[in-house]
């Protein structure tokens, strides 16, 4: 098949969410605490619909189960990435996630590596990222002492940022600020503290999963290195912010025109955050625009891109 995916984003409300998808992208949210857009997804928590072509009305899981050609005939019982844009007007609960043999034997599904490239940020706006208990022992002790201040490590982040979160990375989304997020496809967050706040629909507290967070912390922390590299395609800029075992992530900065070549045989997610471009695959053109988000199957080898944009893509890693 020689066209793009595209999908409808599904929405979720959350405790620490806003209007910022509405006005940013212009979607038609549920409510004023909408937390999450789940642009590119197949998991079952929220599976997004093909928008066009001879597959319009499929869920991408069901694009997956039935023809696995578009995706470069890759094994894997389920689609393993996953797109969002989270709009965070609090803080989002301190939360792990599990690797992917621990969540197979306990969720039944895929561990969780994500990433964020910020979208958006409030001047000082502060991410969760790490924590500084030298031993397992010494992070459950401060987790039982309530030493979140001694415990959680802060990072500032501004409008650009990449940000890669393996499992078992402690980590939350700060206040004002909003982000493009690849992930694994997973659902599976074990919260370790969430400020004490009650949630406004339930009027309790959400659920904590601390044995959990303990059994799947990553001690001590660690900087992850990543292998950034920058090159051009005509008038594309390209950024990698990361290439590893679960996917890669690419910026697409769009001044003009770019001939792309897929090389690896591999399927591309594609966000568009900022401005418009044509993507030419053949003789065809595709009108591409802020928040519209698609796949360009494994059967296209060749696309270009001609406008001004700026897209997010992303790639399965080889453990993916
Ligand atoms: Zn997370």
């Given at each position: 098949m020689q066209e793009p995916i595209f999908l409808k984003p599904v929405f979720h409300e959350k405790?620490?969410?806003?209007t910022g998808l509405h006005d940013e992208f212009g979607y038609d949210i549920p409510s004023d605490h909408t937390g999450e857009c789940w642009a590119i997804s197949a998991h079952p928590h929220g599976p997004a619909e093909v928008i066009?072509?001879?597959?319009?009305?499929?869920?991408l899981n069901e694009l997956w189960d039935q023809h696995r050609e578009l995706f470069g005939n890759a094994e894997g019982k389920v689609f393993p990435l996953l797109t969002k844009i989270l709009d965070a007007n609090q803080d989002l609960s301190v939360q792990v996630h599990p690797d992917n043999e621990y969540a197979e034997e306990h969720e039944h599904e895929l561990g969780k590596t994500e990433s964020w490239y910020v979208i958006k940020a409030k001047p000082g706006a502060m991410l969760y990222y790490?924590?500084?208990?030298?031993t397992r022992e010494e992070f459950a002790d401060m987790i039982h002492h309530k030493q979140w201040q001694k415990l959680l490590r802060k990072m500032p982040v501004k409008e650009g940022d990449f940000v890669y979160v393996p499992h078992g990375m402690v980590h939350a989304v700060g206040a004002g600020i909003m982000v493009l997020e690849t992930q694994q496809s997973s659902d599976t967050t074990y919260r370790?503290?969430?400020?004490?706040?009650?949630?406004?629909?339930?009027?309790k507290l959400r659920e904590l999963h601390i044995q959990q967070s303990i059994d799947t912390v990553?001690?001590?922390?660690k900087m992850p290195t990543l292998n950034h590299k920058e090159w051009d395609v005509g008038d594309v800029h390209v950024t990698q912010f990361v290439m590893a075992e679960y996917f890669g992530v690419f910026k697409l900065s769009v001044a003009g025109m770019g001939n792309f070549e897929n090389k690896d045989g591999k399927y591309v997610l594609l966000s568009v955050i900022d401005g418009q471009c044509v993507l030419k695959i053949g003789q065809k053109e595709y009108k591409l625009q802020k928040g519209q988000h698609l796949i360009l199957p494994s059967t296209v080898t060749e696309w270009s891109l001609d406008g001004d944009a700026t897209l997010i893509a992303s790639k399965p890693g080889d453990e993916a």
């Open positions: 405790i620490w969410g806003g066009n072509g001879p597959y319009k009305g499929m869920k790490g924590h500084n208990a030298t370790m503290y969430d400020f004490d706040r009650v949630d406004q629909k339930t009027g990553e001690v001590p922390f």
